[in-house]
Each structure stands twice: as C-alpha cells, then as structure tokens.
C-alpha cells in the first residue's frame, strides 16, 4: 500500500503564487504515473496537471502557462507550482498516484487527503 500526502495549501491573493507538494511512502513496486486533481465547491474532481514517470505532461487548458508540475522519481514525489492564480483555482488540491505494489500486478489509484487552496483578495 501506499500512503500520499499533500502539502503547501494555503491562502493566496490573485495574481500570486502556490507551490504544492505530494510525497508517497509506504511499500510498493513502483509508482507510475503521477497528477494533481482539484475540486471546487459544487463541482466535479477535474484533472490539473498528470506526469508519467518517463517525464511526459499534460495541463489542463485552463492553467496551462500558469501552472507547473513536476516530480523527482528517486524521492517518489510530486509538485504543482502554481502562478498567476485565479479566484477560479480555488480548490481542494489532490495528489493521484498510479502504483504497481507488486510486479505482474495490475496498478491501483491512490489519493491524498487533499490541501486547500483559496484565492481570494
């Protein structure tokens, strides 16, 4: 199994900066691909940013020149930079986690708890 925990969440005014961070621990295989999702108040999960652990990404349209996702393999981490944020992004962040706990074993979903983050002036 493995555990996923976020952080950075936080208050923030419009136009500024976030920086989140996932960290996965626990035993497993490997982990494979990695992303942040997001939920607003009455909405539905939406998928931000995915990397696969080859380093391929893709945003979604509406934070791509802002947003900035990365991850460090050896450390099994994963981190969203957020720029020029929007009263939009206001969200509870979640860290999603594709891991193969054992080889020859299909892989499984995780997820952290999740960090607000709140934009607001």
């Known amino acids: 199994q493995v555990q996923l925990v976020e952080s950075g969440g936080g208050l923030v005014q419009p136009g500024g900066s976030l920086g989140l961070s996932c960290a996965a621990s626990g035993s497993y295989f490997v982990i494979n691909g990695m992303a942040w999702f997001r939920q607003a108040p009455g909405k539905q999960r939406e998928l931000v940013a995915s990397?696969?652990?080859?380093?391929?990404?893709e945003y979604a349209d509406s934070v791509k020149g802002r947003f900035t996702i990365s991850r460090d393999n050896a450390k099994n981490t994963v981190s969203l930079q957020m720029n020029s944020l929007k009263p939009e992004d206001t969200a509870v962040y979640y860290c999603?986690?594709?891991?193969?706990?054992?080889?020859?074993?299909?892989?499984?979903?995780?997820w952290g708890k999740g960090t607000l983050v709140t934009v607001s002036s």
């Open positions: 990397i696969t652990r080859g380093g391929i990404i």
């Open positions: 999603n986690a594709g891991v193969t706990e054992r080889p020859g074993i299909n892989a499984k979903d995780y």
